[in-house]
């Protein structure tokens, strides 16, 4: 049997995904981190495989998401997605630290996220060391690029965009400070799986790839750790394929 329970962590509401009986055991995790206007609840199905296996589960909303939403529209939420993805990493860290002061947790941690999660996570490990294995669904490490794209994008499409270009640029210098693609050395070898779709046309798939290209030779000692897999026919959708590997991964680097 899998619990699932409600609850709160660092103020934050999540999903804690769990095995029978085994909620105050300490145990190896994994935080789940949810794409741009979905929430917790729609990933349920990862939170119960990985349960399955033996981990402890997380499932946070992120900021203005699932019941922290304001019911802000999406065309609006938009502007908020870099501080989103900011306050994400940060909370990542403040649950870690509660549950670590609970005793719930030990040294194998895991965070995977789609879409917007997955590029939280990439942020997540250029910050924490303490990060063990991630799994990329749809991400991007490449975030000063992606910022700039987002921007030229919403331009072209005659939305007005709510920054000064000196405003932007401040947002830029920040973002550089959690930009993977920039200090790659940050990564030290730990096991990373990156699933993305070619056909995908809201997080580009090339520079996730072209990632992928500039650190493989870090990993020629270990290449077990290091799996990119490129779905052909993938649009911005996590395939069935891609979240059984997900749990496979984190199986193999975590239990």
Known sequence: ?????HESISNIPVLHVVKEGRKNAKLPIVFFLHGFTSAKEHNLHFGYL???KGFRV?????KLHGERSDGRHPEKLIFEFWNIVLQSIRELNDMKEELSQKDLINSRI????TSMGGITMFGGLARYDWIKAGVSLMGSPS???LARA???????AEMTIPFSNKELDGIYAELRKYDLSLQPEGLAGRPLLIWHGKKDKVVPFQPTSDF????KADYEKRPERLYFLADNNAEHKVTREAFLKTVDWFSEFLL
Do not use: C, F, N, R
Request: charged fraction near 30%; aromatic fraction near 6%; hydrophobic fraction near 40%.
């Open 1 to 5: 049997m899998i619990e699932i329970h």
């Open 150 to 156: 987002q921007i030229e994008s919403l331009e072209k």
């Open 143 to 145: 975030y000063e690029k």
């Open 212 to 215: 992928y290209q500039k650190i």
């Open 58 to 62: 997380i499932l946070p909303d992120a």
């Open 50 to 52: 990985l349960a399955e």
């Open 110 to 113: 895991g965070v995977v996220g």
